[in-house]
């Protein structure tokens, strides 16, 4: 399994802050790094080097266990673009709110095209930057994203994110982390 070469460190205080801000939406309205958030995606700055990245929290999710609704608790469902000033492709990635099965991967899929990301605990993202680019651009296209997963405890979960504003919030992250 490959990874990005800074996949294992992509999980950064700035990332874990807007993870934390993403699910309190009145402490994200006051959040100092929150520089964009007109539609279903926000987009944060973070540290030094800088981090800027395009967020958002599912607007459905289904989780199932034998094909039968199951109430679960999950920690914060989200899904991101982020870039780097050293890049002009974002890195994707997803957590599940839950460590997922392990030798799984998480499925995305938009506008009928299926990518596959590989996971690590609670994350999951795509094996190489040349499949972030093409997701970006599905992602940029499309309507909607679905991501299919499977928890280690057997679940198996269904998020659907809406992509309304998802190319502005990119743009805005890549145009941050450009300064």
Not at 26 to 32: D, G, L, R
Not at 61 to 81: C, E, H, K, M, S
Request: hydrophobic residues 40%; negative net charge.
């Amino acid at each position: 399994m490959v990874f990005h070469a800074r996949t294992q460190a992509g999980i950064t205080a700035g990332m874990a802050l807007a993870v934390a801000l993403a699910s309190s939406a009145a402490v994200a309205q006051e959040s100092t790094n929150r520089v964009a958030a007109d539609t279903a995606w926000s987009v944060f700055v973070e540290g030094s080097p800088k981090e800027c990245w395009a967020v958002s929290a599912p607007r459905e999710t289904v989780n199932t266990r034998g094909g039968n609704p199951v109430q679960v608790r999950r920690g914060d469902i989200l899904l991101f673009a982020t870039y780097r000033p050293d890049s002009d492709t974002p890195e994707i990635s997803f957590t599940g709110g839950y460590p997922f099965a392990p030798d799984s991967t998480v499925g995305l899929t938009v506008g009928g095209t299926e990518y596959q990301l590989f996971v690590d605990g609670e994350w999951a993202w795509s094996g190489t930057p040349e499949e972030d680019a093409r997701i970006l651009e599905s992602l940029r296209a499309g309507a909607e994203a679905v991501v299919t997963a499977r928890s280690s405890r057997g679940t198996d979960t269904k998020d659907t994110f809406s992509l309304f504003g998802f190319t502005a919030a990119t743009e805005e992250a890549q145009n941050q982390c450009a300064e």
